[in-house]
């Protein structure tokens, strides 16, 4: 079977596709790499078209593997901009009821079973890669990007993550729904709470996080 590579945004992917040489193929925002069993997908911006367009593709392709690739913003000082790390935790952070002002999570309404495939108390986790020799992190998924310091005291609260990303509990979702076996690598583009893009360095982030992508075929 197929291995399959899924990037959000043409932007986090196009070095690794021009260096290792993917073409497009078929469908637009799939690629396939010739003469190997290497496939890449555009899969979009946010949980919304990440889980339509993977459900969509999945229940015409099966594969061995899945690469989540992309750049994420840290919670954590020591995990600075341009380090690459492996998610092995993730979940739906923005999934919930607001009380008043309060904030209350999906499980924590008993409106969803924290407990229930794919998750566990809400979580869902996948194994160490050890090959990668890459940190492995915590990670939240959200829908509101985190671009205040009060937003990011109450992620920290709730949730201690280490990074934050607006796709990767959507690709674990279906993965593990799907027993397709998953893992998620993030290469840090700036820090959350702050939204001034100047000191982002996305450049940075997207080279190193090709590097290591580029490692896997």
């Known amino acids: 079977m197929s291995r399959l590579f899924v990037i959000p945004t043409m932007i986090e992917a196009a070095e690794l596709i021009r260096i290792a040489g993917f073409r497009q193929s078929g469908a637009p925002g799939f690629f396939d790499l010739p003469g190997t069993d290497w496939n890449l997908m555009i899969a979009g911006i946010g949980t919304v078209p990440v889980i339509y367009n993977l459900t969509k593709h999945f229940s015409a392709s099966r594969y061995e593997k899945v690469i989540h690739g992309g750049i994420a913003g840290s919670y954590f000082l020591p995990l600075q901009p341009g380090e690459v790390v492996q998610v092995t935790r993730d979940t739906f952070a923005d999934v919930g009821i607001d009380h008043g002002g309060i904030f209350r999570w999906i499980f924590h ?109």
């Open 109 to 217: 309404e008993g409106l969803w079973n924290p407990d229930e495939k794919p998750f566990r108390f809400g979580w869902m986790e996948v194994p160490e890669d050890p090959s990668l020799k890459l940190e492995c992190v915590s990670s939240i998924t959200v829908d509101l990007v985190t671009a205040s310091p009060e937003r990011k005291a109450r992620m920290i609260d709730k949730f201690n993550p280490q990074a934050e990303s607006m796709e990767g509990a959507a690709v674990f979702y279906v993965c593990l729904k799907e027993d397709i076996p998953v893992i998620q690598i993030r290469a840090i583009s700036n820090y959350t709470g702050i939204r001034d893009r100047k000191s982002w360095k996305v450049d940075e982030a997207i080279e190193s996080l090709t590097k290591a992508l580029t490692k896997l075929l």
